[in-house]
C-alpha cells in the first residue's frame, strides 16, 4: 500500500512528522523514498509524452504554413490565366490551412503549460526526494550508533570484564607485597661503598645548588 494518493500529498508532505509518529521509522521512509522514485518516473514520461506532442503539433502546423503558402502562389497564377473561379478556390484553400495552423496555436499553448508543470511537479518531486534521503541517511546513522552503543556497553559493563580486572588487582598486589618483601631484606643492612660514594656525590649536587640559590637572592638584594 502507496503512503501518498496523489503527487500534492507527496510536494506536502511533513516527512519529520510521518517519521516521529511511524512504529518503524525506517521501513516507512524507505517506503516513501519507493513512491517518490516511481511518480518521478511517472512525472517524467508524462513530461516525455508532453514534449513529444509538442513537436509533433509544430510539425504539423508548419506544414499547415506551408500549404498556405503554396495556396497562395496558386491562386496569384490562377488570376495571371484569367481563372478568377481557381483562385478563389485557392485562396478558400489557404484560409482553410491558416485556420488549421491558428487551431493548432492552442493546442501548442496547453502542451507548454503541460510541459512548465511537469517540470515545477519534477523540482518539487527531488526536492522532496532529496529530503527524504537525507533523513534515511540520519536514521541509518542513528541506528549504527546505537548498535555500536549497545555492543560497547554490554562489554563494559560485562561482569566478566569486572572480574578480570579483579583477579588483575589482586595480582598487582601480590606483585607490591614480593617487592616489600625484598626490599625488607635491604633494611639494616650497612651501606656498601657504592652507596656510600653515592650519597656523598648527592650530597655534593645539595650543596652546590644551595650556594647558586644564596649567591642569586644575594645579588637581587644588592640590587
Given amino acids: 500500500m502507496g503512503v501518498f494518493s496523489r ?10 512528522s510521518m517519521l516521529d509518529k511511524a512504529e518503524e521509522p525506517e521501513k516507512i521512509v524507505r517506503l516513501i523514498i519507493q513512491e517518490m522514485e516511481d511518480t ?10 508532453a514534449i513529444a506532442d509538442r513537436k509533433e503539433v509544430e510539425r504539423r502546423q508548419a506544414d499547415f504554413s506551408i500549404r498556405a503558402k503554396e495556396w497562395e502562389s496558386k ?10 473561379d481557381l483562385a478563389k478556390g485557392a485562396i478558400a484553400a489557404k484560409r482553410k490551412a491558416l485556420e488549421m495552423a491558428e487551431l493548432l496555436d492552442g493546442e501548442l499553448t ?27 541517511r540520519s536514521l541509518e546513522l542513528r541506528r549504527h550508533a546505537a548498535s555500536d552503543s549497545v555492543r560497547i556497553n554490554r562489554h563494559v559493563y560485562d561482569a566478566r570484564i569486572d572480574d578480570a580486572l579483579a583477579r588483575f ?14 626490599e ?23 650543596n652546590e645548588e644551595l650556594e647558586t640559590l644564596k649567591q642569586r637572592i644575594a645579588e637581587r638584594v644588592g640590587r
Wanted: proline share 1%; glycine share 4%.
Fill in 40 to 49: 518521478l518516473v511517472e512525472v517524467r514520461s508524462r513530461a516525455a509524452r
Fill in 7 to 16: 503527487l500534492s500529498d507527496i510536494v506536502n508532505s511533513n516527512i519529520n
Fill in 75 to 84: 491562386a496569384e497564377l490562377a488570376i495571371a490565366k484569367g481563372r478568377d
Fill in 184 to 206: 625488607s631484606w635491604t633494611m639494616g643492612r650497612p651501606k656498601t661503598l657504592d652507596q656510600e660514594f653515592s650519597e656523598l656525590e648527592s650530597e655534593d649536587a645539595v
Fill in 110 to 136: 496547453a502542451i507548454q503549460e503541460t510541459i512548465g508543470k511537469s517540470n515545477d511537479d519534477l523540482e518539487k518531486l527531488q526536492s522532496k526526494l532529496k529530503e527524504a534521503k537525507t533523513k534515511q
Fill in 169 to 182: 588487582d589482586r595480582y598487582e598486589r601480590k606483585i607490591d607485597e614480593l617487592e616489600a618483601e625484598a
